[in-house]
């Protein structure tokens, strides 16, 4: 007779020193959200039986992605995007629990995630044998108040998703919710190439940055002895701008653009 594995979930870990206000006007409520998942764990049909063992379950990580962002947009939230690299952190932990057999938080999922995170929260659960019950992972958060909270909480832009089935059939899944700083719509980039740009350039030979927009006047930039040094005034407008391997444009040096309003703009 195979196993069916009693739910269980531990508390939500979220690291934070801001306290941020619940979500205004909520078109659906917390407590309306939970009703619903109770209902779909009361009624579920426990006759059914899994035969799948040890794979990892994407069909399911993906289907509780779509649930995540359902359900923050009934909560009247933003929605997450997936991170591969919160995936992996997930996926990992999932597979850790499911050796060991014993449900519990990753203690380093602050230095395993990418850095530069405001916030993060991880969410855990297992659940035995059934076809669905990956699915029934996802009914387990939302029908628990602080992993519900952690679905539902307004300050995440990512989220990665691990879900493993052992060979017994039994499903671990966790879910790792982070918030990134986002750039400001209001403070628009000047482009290069028609792209908004994110490194410092190192030319070996030749770079050259075309169409180079500036709605205010500002300076082209380079590193040296480990502060930035202007090379040249540039006028607002357009502008093409070659940074030659020479006397003047060394191989190892960085350069970049910066306006007034802009920030920096490094190509």
């Known amino acids: 007779m195979k196993r069916i594995l009693a739910a269980l979930v531990s508390a939500g870990l979220v690291l934070s020193g801001i306290a941020l206000a619940p979500a205004a006007q909520a078109a659906t409520s917390s407590a309306t959200l939970k009703s619903e998942y109770s209902n779909k764990l009361n009624n579920y049909d426990y006759t059914k039986t899994l035969t799948r063992s040890s794979v990892r379950d994407s069909g399911v990580e993906t289907w509780i992605l779509g649930q995540v962002n359902n359900d923050r947009t009934r909560y009247g939230v933003g929605k997450v995007k997936r991170n591969s690299s919160l995936d992996t952190v997930a996926y990992n932990w999932s597979k850790k629990m499911a050796a060991a057999n014993k ?16 916030k993060w929260a991880e969410n855990v659960a297992m659940n ?17 108040d602080g992993h519900r909270a952690n679905i539902l ?20 899944g966790t879910q790792v919710f982070a918030k990134y700083p ?31 927009k ?4 500002g ?14 005034n540039l006028a607002s407008g357009t502008h093409n701008i070659s940074l030659k391997a020479s006397t003047s444009y060394n191989t190892n040096t960085s350069y970049r653009i910066i306006t007034r309003n802009l920030g920096k703009t490094r190509g």
Request: proline fraction near 5%; avoid cysteine; aromatic fraction near 10%.
């Open 214 to 217: 500036l709605s205010n006047a």
């Open 103 to 118: 449900i519990s938080h990753n203690p380093s999922v602050s230095s395993q995630i990418p850095k530069g995170w405001q």
């Open 128 to 144: 035995g044998t059934r076809p669905d019950s990956g699915t029934m992972l996802y009914y387990q958060w939302m029908t628990s």
């Open 182 to 212: 986002t750039a400001s719509a209001s403070k628009p980039q000047a482009t290069i190439s028609g792209f908004s740009t994110s490194k410092v350039v190192k030319p070996k030979t030749t770079v050259t940055w075309k169409n180079v």
């Open 153 to 172: 909480d307004g300050a995440w832009t990512d989220m990665g998703i691990g879900i493993y089935i052992d060979s017994s059939g039994t499903f671990w």
């Open 219 to 232: 300076r082209l930039q380079k590193l040296s002895a480990g502060k930035w040094v202007n090379v040249k």
